[in-house]
């Protein structure tokens, strides 16, 4: 399964890709939707004292597109042990994520209706993607390049 778009920013003037100062626009890379369930090997990441949620990411599962965006596969678990499984985005240079799929029940990755991008919002206690742009995921505006640097930054 797979969102279609193509890749980074690109010049509004083929003539003027070399010139740093001509106007760009940003598309998006396709991407590929997981089709296996998260590994074993989630790494938990803290997000708030007052959630009683708990968050970890997939880690084999992160991946650097392109396109500057940083997927990854997202488990929450509830303190009932009930897990919500998603297949997400973020993009650091405009502070956004995007929700690309979810696990159902049965295990089958279903793409999200209506998938679009939305501004990280940094308050309350359950913003995980504001706790993963500024502890992990970004440099300010820059995404990391690699998940052996990511995942040292993730603090349960």
């Given at each position: 399964?797979?969102?279609?778009?193509?890749?980074?920013?690109?010049?509004?003037?083929?003539?003027?890709?070399?010139?740093?100062?001509?106007?760009?626009?940003?598309?998006?890379?396709?991407?590929?939707?997981?089709?296996?369930?998260?590994?074993?090997?989630?790494?938990?990441?803290?997000?708030s004292a007052i959630t009683q949620l708990k968050f970890a990411l997939d880690a084999p599962s992160i991946t650097f597109g392109k396109d500057?965006?940083?997927?990854?596969?997202?488990?929450?678990?509830?303190?009932?042990?009930?897990?919500?499984?998603?297949?997400?985005?973020?993009?650091?240079?405009?502070?956004?994520?995007?929700?690309?799929?979810?696990?159902?029940?049965?295990?089958?990755?279903?793409?999200?209706?209506?998938?679009?991008?939305?501004?990280?919002?940094?308050?309350?206690?359950?913003?995980?993607?504001?706790?993963?742009?500024?502890?992990?995921?970004?440099?300010?505006?820059?995404?990391?390049?690699?998940?052996?640097?990511?995942?040292?930054?993730?603090?349960?």
């Amino acid at each position: 399964m797979s969102i279609t778009a193509h890749a980074q920013y690109k010049t509004l003037d083929p003539n003027d890709q070399n010139d740093p100062d001509a106007p760009r626009f940003w598309e998006e890379a396709e991407v590929k939707i997981p089709t296996a369930p998260p590994s074993k090997d989630l790494k938990p990441f803290y997000v708030s004292a007052i959630t009683q949620l708990k968050f970890a990411l997939d880690a084999p599962s992160i991946t650097f597109g392109k396109d500057e965006v940083i997927r990854y596969v997202l488990v929450i678990t509830t303190p009932s042990g009930g897990q919500q499984v998603s297949y997400e985005g973020i993009r650091c240079e405009k502070y956004e994520w995007r929700l690309y799929a979810t696990m159902q029940k049965d295990g089958e990755w279903h793409k999200s209706v209506n998938s679009r991008w939305q501004l990280i919002r940094g308050a309350g206690h359950n913003s995980y993607h504001a706790a993963l742009v500024k502890d992990a995921f970004c440099d300010n505006s820059i995404p990391r390049r690699s998940a052996k640097e990511i995942i040292p930054l993730l603090k349960p």
